[in-house]
């Protein structure tokens, strides 16, 4: 099936910052999917996309379909101590009968 | 509210004991999964319904068994042949198979002694 790569796999935060990340594939999605995950809790879905180049917001969040439909991308503005978490995109593998399959994650810690 | 749960929080098991992990939702949802997480992992499929009495096996089906005699009930049982059966364990909901979101259950964190 499909892999969905995540980077960076960890990052830190300070405070008010913008932060970043992407999620890449070797084949193409139709649909990507950005859930956050709190320690002991179930994934959350943040933010979902249908169309290459779709931009989509969610207060302080932004996520984006890239153009070639082979990555997305996230982005946190002003972040704050409860962005803290596991961000993970997701999308249906077109290859095993549309099951949805996660990337290996993006872990958000706060910058001592 | 609608919404899916999962059955106990924590649970500990005797090994070679089998033990079966409850989620139900109220979501109309036609789709559930059951998932596993390791510690710093993503997530892996283990098996997934898309109808009532059908369940497909996902990528780590070995050791686990599940039933889909409801449509708002998808229990997971691990049983003695799994391995590494501690782990954290998730269950999802969706409209329909595949193309549309899933929406997790809080997680069942099974801890075998």
């Known amino acids: 099936g499909q892999q969905l790569n995540q980077s960076p796999q960890s990052m830190f935060i300070q405070e008010g910052e913008d932060v970043s990340m992407n999620c890449t594939s070797s084949s193409i999605f139709n649909t990507w999917l950005w859930y956050k995950q709190d320690p002991g809790e179930g994934p959350v879905l943040l933010i979902a996309?249908?169309?290459?180049?779709e931009l989509t917001s969610n207060g302080r969040l932004t996520a984006q379909f890239g153009i070639t439909r082979k990555d997305s991308f996230l982005n946190i503005s002003a972040s704050i101590p409860s962005d803290v978490g596991i961000y993970f995109c997701a999308g249906p593998d077109m290859s095993a009968g549309n099951k949805l399959t996660f990337g290996g994650g993006t872990r958000v810690l706060v910058k001592p | 509210d609608g919404g899916i749960t999962q059955s106990p929080k924590y649970l500990f098991r005797k090994e070679g004991q089998n033990v079966t992990l409850s989620c139900e939702q109220n979501l109309n949802h036609d789709a559930m999964y059951w998932y596993r997480q390791d510690p710093g992992q993503g997530l892996r499929l283990i098996y997934y319904?898309?109808?009532?009495?059908?369940?497909q096996k996902g990528d780590i089906a070995e050791g686990y068994s599940v039933s889909r005699e409801k449509k708002e009930s998808f229990p997971l049982t691990v049983t003695s042949a799994q391995k590494n059966p501690t782990a954290f364990y998730l269950c999802?909901?969706?409209?329909?198979?595949?193309?549309?979101?899933?929406?997790f259950g809080p997680g069942t964190r099974l801890t075998v002694l």
């Open positions: 319904s898309q109808i009532v009495n059908d369940f």
């Open positions: 999802a909901s969706s409209m329909a198979g595949g193309l549309d979101e899933q929406f």
């Open positions: 996309l249908y169309k290459a180049g």
